[in-house]
């Protein structure tokens, strides 16, 4: 059976609605990680290990919307790096919390790195990508300030990681907001 490639509009409305949904869960895991993740170590460590455990799922969800892992290839390299990162952060809060920072910093170069290439394929079919290639260049930088955090005296917490998350919701709602935009002047 043939595969069919949806309608530019329907790949175009799947992809904002994948974009919400990006921003809903990290506006929920950025506010866990500032209440309830900074009065308990444990909720903390969860909360670390659950945010690449996301990142590979929404990676999976996307690009499977998207015409399947085949045809999306950084998504498909990004959910193997978040497994295994989900797992490398786990075990690093066995090890020390401070490595677990450095596994978030070298994570962040890379799926910073993924997502631009993601981004840039993108702004071809759908435009409006900017602000996911923005957000793709800042998580690279993002990663090297994790990675020099790691080397300092502060603890860090779900909350040290959670400005990062942030920035990341922020990024994914204004490129909802782009689709949604470009989508109303196309049929306007």
Do not use: C
Request: aromatic share 12%; glycine share 10%.
């Amino acid at each position: 059976m043939a595969a069919t490639t949806p309608a530019p509009h329907e790949s175009a409305t799947a992809l904002r609605n994948y974009y919400l949904l990006r921003t809903g869960v990290s506006i929920i895991w950025v506010l866990a990680a500032f209440t309830i993740g900074n009065g308990s170590p444990v909720i903390s460590g969860t909360l670390l290990v659950l945010y690449p455990a996301w990142d590979a799922l929404a990676n999976a969800r996307d690009a499977q919307a998207n015409g399947g892992f085949r045809a999306n290839a950084p998504q498909a390299l990004n959910v193997w790096v978040s497994s295994i990162v989900t797992v490398a952060v786990a075990a690093a809060l066995l090890i020390n919390v401070h490595l677990v920072l450095g596994v978030f910093g070298a994570w962040a170069i890379l799926s910073g790195l993924l997502q631009l290439v993601a981004g840039l394929r993108r702004w071809r079919e759908y435009g409006a990508q900017w602000a996911m290639a923005l957000s793709g260049a800042q998580s690279m930088l993002a990663g090297g300030f994790f990675i020099y955090g790691a080397t300092g005296p502060m603890t860090p917490t779900a909350a040290t990681v959670a400005p990062y998350a942030a920035f990341g919701a922020f990024y994914f709602l204004l490129s909802a907001i782009a689709l949604t935009l470009k989508g109303r002047r196309k049929r306007g």
